[in-house]
């Protein structure tokens, strides 16, 4: 399996409400690449849920590093609750392929800001991994 970016991308973001009684509030960031997997054109998807800033501009210059193992966690009510920081996938039209996101690093924080993603997608063939240069256009604010 071959992929390449195609074009800029976008950086978005949204206020997720993350338990039942709505007290738990925090701000996710998605960054949304177009790609071509072998020959089919696709999007990239790459979701921050824990980023610990509320302001994308807070983004530039740090990286985020993910092993899929051992999760952050917090504690609520005396209890350990395990934190998914990051969820990641490519859609095509012939589907979802699974795809896990081990870094993302920002440069510079500006309108257009560069994006490095590495990671791996997970098919019946195996596991191919990825390492991708992007730029992405904040579409937040």
Do not use: C
Request: no cysteine.
């Amino acid at each position: 399996m071959t992929f390449a970016v195609t074009g800029e991308g976008t950086l978005t973001s949204e206020l997720v409400e993350h338990d039942e009684d709505e007290r738990t509030v925090t701000r996710t960031f998605t960054i949304h690449l177009p790609v071509r997997v072998d020959d089919l054109p696709g999007t990239l998807t790459v979701t921050l849920r824990h980023p610990e800033t509320n302001d994308w501009r807070a983004l530039g210059g740090r990286t985020y590093r993910f092993d899929g193992e051992a999760p952050r966690t917090i504690k609520k009510d005396g209890q350990e609750i395990p934190l998914d920081e990051v969820s990641a996938d490519i859609r095509t039209a012939q589907g979802a392929i699974d795809t896990f996101a081990s870094a993302v690093t920002f440069g510079p924080a500006t309108a257009r800001m560069s994006v490095q993603l590495a990671g791996e997608t997970r098919t019946r063939e195996g596991k191919t991994p990825f390492a991708l240069d992007a730029v992405v256009q904040a579409a937040t604010d």
